[in-house]
């Protein structure tokens, strides 16, 4: 109460200007960032006229414990703050778009043979950027594209003058193949280099045109020469853009440069679409579902959005379907009324409304899936679904009794019935590297001789080095390549794929990592329940009451404890099949003994 009271004195305190607050919780953690043309304003609404909140939004407020707040200049100052903290921060209750990764662009560097690259950085000292592009598919298409028409280089090596002159260099392998000209060995001038690289650009900018004239006179001066074959190469390359430009939608050549930004709700989602177009053509479209966390309006998930996809040193021209007030010198953005403008908003929502609808069916027909699978695969790049998954897990506390686990997960849930406990045989010591080794080995040695299904993936508990083991078995077995297999490291909740210097960093709220930390968490109880009950067992075996009685050997001792454990439970037991496992003399002499040691008599 006495906290309440405080953030309400402290919210009479807050500025009327332009710019952005942070809200804290208990712990000091931000947890929601908006901006506000009036920081005093918008602050306020929130602890006033509570109930017309959502539940997201009262829940957001009886969690406040501390507000700050920075001035800026301007309500796009503003608008340009928060997005940059949204994206550093990660506030649980900020909006949440596709995702919270940097998009790629396309680099062409600042180097006298300048290079071609992706990137999802972008540093002006480093060359001219192109993008950003929305799918990591439309990079990749674009980049075999260039590499198919050009020959450009894809070394990082210094070639300046004094180095091409003293001879530092040597040709390499994509200099034999035909994909390098060899400018390290000034088999390629400059001149002739850059040339090329100026169609490249023309290309990234939308204009193929420019490109297929500069082949096509390319084309012909081989033809004139009667170099036929050369004349062809070139003739493919032309056919292979205009293969390219077909796939481009050509709106009208009177638009040149342009982006498209549709939003529309719908049953209690949000979603959004992106058309850019280049010259007339759409070169790059994407719909996406944006998750409002409070009650934010349309308008401010339109802004996140715009925000995403556009560099905002550049000149835009942006047309939405509904009225963004943010404008600045470089940027234009207006809601088309009339014409062809207005038929491009009209087909970016037809595309919002195809997208609900593909949802709905795919969603239908795969109801029983669960999502973070679809992820799995898709981030994983795995060939089929991973709808068996088997992950293995080293328990050895203190440094005995070393056991392992494997816990099975079908259609993303625990098939109990498939769980493996594997008590550790070859390896001396608390050895986690070739405990691995052997577990996976003894695992799928008899899946194979027993001709059962192998798993879609299997998961190690474990870093680098485990999965180094892991793989090393499926090696022994000729499995490996045949059973994607990675490790997940409990630290940082890193993904490791074989051969792979870097590790995958899954989104930390995406359905796919959830699946993952489940299934590994799952094994870690199995393991360690089963290497406690492994200690416990031991330990009452070692000290047991049955030691203390007179004419109870060994092998009548290891009978009792493997059927029945404790004395207690032989007790309670039906004592005919008692009297058949020890004998009725026997019995009588542990009835005897447990009469006295409750009376209090020694045995």
Do not use: W
Request: hydrophobic share 35%; aromatic share 8%; with cysteine.
């Amino acid at each position: 109460m006495e906290n309440r009271e405080a953030l309400k004195l402290s919210i009479k305190k807050l500025p009327e200007n332009p710019g952005i607050y942070k809200y804290y919780n208990e712990a000091d953690e931000i947890i929601y960032i908006g901006k506000a043309k009036n920081i005093k304003k918008r602050v306020a609404n929130y602890f006033l006229d509570k109930n017309n909140h959502n539940y997201k939004t009262q829940k957001l407020v009886s969690q406040i414990a501390k507000i700050e707040f920075t001035v800026v200049d301007s309500e796009l100052d503003a608008l340009l703050l928060e997005n940059n903290l949204i994206k550093n921060f990660q506030p649980k209750y900020n909006i949440l778009l596709k995702d919270d990764k940097t998009y790629p662009y396309l680099c062409i560097s600042n180097d006298r043979f300048p290079r071609l690259f992706t990137t999802r950085k972008t540093e002006k000292k480093t060359g001219t950027y192109y993008g950003p592009y929305t799918s990591g598919k439309t990079v990749r298409i674009l980049l075999e594209l260039i590499q198919k028409l050009f020959t450009i280089r894809n070394c990082d090596l210094n070639l300046s003058k004094q180095n091409i002159a003293a001879g530092k260099f040597k040709v390499c392998l994509e200099y034999h193949i035909g994909n390098c000209k060899a400018p390290c060995e000034n088999l390629q001038t400059e001149e002739n280099y850059l040339a090329e690289i100026n169609i490249i650009r023309n290309i990234l900018h939308g204009n193929t045109r420019v490109a297929i004239d500069y082949l096509t006179n390319q084309m012909n001066e081989f033809a004139k020469k009667l170099l036929f074959e050369k004349a062809q190469e070139i003739k493919n390359k032309i056919e292979i853009l205009q293969n390219y430009q077909a796939k481009s939608l050509i709106v009208n050549t009177n638009i040149k440069n342009l982006k498209t930004f549709t939003i529309h709700s719908y049953d209690k989602k949000t979603y959004v679409n992106y058309l850019k177009i280049n010259n007339g053509q759409i070169i790059e479209t994407q719909t996406y579902q944006a998750t409002k966390m409070l009650d934010e309006s349309d308008e401010e998930v339109l802004e996140q959005a715009i925000l995403e996809h556009i560099d905002l040193e550049n000149e835009h021209e942006i047309i939405t379907n509904i009225p963004i007030t943010f404008k600045t010198e470089l940027i234009s953005c207006y809601v088309p009324k009339i014409g062809d403008k207005k038929k491009l908003i009209d087909l970016s929502i037809k595309n919002i409304f195809e997208y609900i609808k593909a949802r709905a069916v795919y969603f239908e027909e795969n109801k029983k899936t669960p999502i973070g699978l679809i992820e799995l695969q898709k981030t994983l790049n795995l060939k089929e679904l991973p709808t068996h998954m088997e992950c293995f897990d080293n328990s050895n506390i203190q440094g005995t009794n070393p056991v392992a686990a494997m816990v099975c997960f079908k259609d993303g849930k625990p098939a109990k019935k498939e769980y493996r406990h594997f008590h550790i045989k070859t390896v001396i010591g608390p050895n986690d590297f070739d405990s691995m080794y052997e577990v996976v080995h003894r695992r799928y040695k008899r899946v194979l001789e027993e001709a059962q299904a192998l798993p879609k993936l299997i998961i190690i508990d474990g870093g680098k080095g485990q999965l180094s083991k892991a793989v090393e078995a499926l090696h022994a077995l000729g499995l490996y390549g045949q059973i994607p297999i990675i490790s997940i490291a409990k630290r940082l909740e890193e993904i490791f794929v074989p051969g792979d210097e870097y590790p995958i960093m899954f989104n930390k709220k995406s359905e796919a990592l959830k699946i993952l930390q489940q299934i590994r968490n799952e094994s870690h109880r199995f393991g360690i329940t089963f290497h406690r009950n492994l200690r416990s067992n031991q330990v009452e075996h070692k000290n047991s009451m049955l030691d203390e009685i007179k004419g109870i050997g060994p092998l009548t001792k290891q009978k009792i404890q493997g059927k029945y454990k404790t004395i207690n439970k032989l007790l309670e037991a039906n004592e005919d099949e008692v009297i058949q496992l020890i004998g009725l003399q026997k019995l009588q002499t542990i009835k005897a003994f447990m009469a006295q040691t409750k009376k209090g008599v020694a045995p």
